[in-house]
């Protein structure tokens, strides 16, 4: 069993719809939690990250934590088309490095416009 | 511009050919890695480094070799024992210690064996 499950996909919805992405791990040692979004056939970069359960807003985007259900989640309100996209989950535990996070699997947005 | 910059965009390797993927970082990172990226898959850890004249492997780093002579440098072979190449490669560099939990990728490289 992977340490982190991510819904599959792939979603596509119009635009101006809100966007749930989520993901759910099995390891207890896991504080921090990133959400990477990846364009096609470029690198992730980094859209937000929260150490703490509850949620994190910035712009249309909001990160959801809950550690009691191991279960984060990724809002996008208003979609874009810009927003299509890969996003790829990533947590790490504490003594690691942000390099070594374990990713989910990533789940493809498409926006409709 | 600070980043990260992996060469080339494109590689193809014929069967049995070793081939040499390029990374060079300049955000004075300390440490660098190499995913591998399957479609429709999450990234897997092949090799990372934490400081120069360092390395250990990942998830996946049988078929593969690294060296890190400097710190702005992590170049990853892609050696003949590798049995399923094809994929798409991505570079990484972060600080070595939280909270900064950002990783910069680099842009990829796709290789493809014929």
């Known amino acids: 069993q992977k340490e982190v499950e991510q819904d599959p996909g792939p979603l596509s919805v119009p635009e101006g719809a809100i966007v749930s992405l989520n993901c759910t791990y099995s390891?207890?040692?896991?504080?921090?939690f990133m959400w990477y979004r990846q364009y096609s056939r470029k690198g992730p970069e980094l859209l937000m990250y929260?150490?703490?359960?509850g949620n994190k807003e910035d712009g249309r985007f909001t990160a959801q934590v809950d550690k009691s259900s191991k279960y984060i989640s990724l809002f996008i309100r208003d979609s874009q088309p810009s927003d299509s996209a890969t996003y790829l989950c990533?947590?790490?535990?504490?003594?690691?490095?942000?390099?070594?996070?374990?990713f989910g699997d990533g789940t493809t947005l498409t926006v409709k416009p | 511009d600070g980043g990260i910059t992996q060469s080339p965009k494109y590689l193809f390797r014929k069967e049995g050919q070793n081939v040499t993927l390029s990374c060079e970082q300049n955000?004075?990172?300390?440490?660098m890695y190499w995913y591998r990226q399957d479609p429709g898959q999450g990234l897997r850890l092949i090799y990372y480094?934490?400081?120069?004249?360092?390395?250990q492997k990942g998830d996946i780093a049988e078929g593969y070799s690294v060296s890190r002579e400097k710190k702005e440098s992590f170049p990853l072979t892609v050696t003949s024992a590798q049995k399923n190449p094809t994929a798409f490669y991505l570079c990484?560099?972060?600080?070595?210690?939280?909270?900064?939990?950002?990783?910069?990728f680099g842009q990829g490289t796709r290789l493809t064996v014929v």
């Open positions: 990484a560099s972060s600080m070595k210690t939280l909270p900064n939990t950002e990783a910069f």
């Open positions: 929260t150490y703490s359960s």
């Open positions: 480094s934490q400081i120069v004249n360092d390395f």
């Open positions: 390891n207890s040692a896991f504080q921090y």
């Open positions: 990533a947590m790490i535990g504490l003594g690691t490095n942000a390099g070594k996070s374990t």
């Open positions: 955000l004075n990172h300390d440490a």
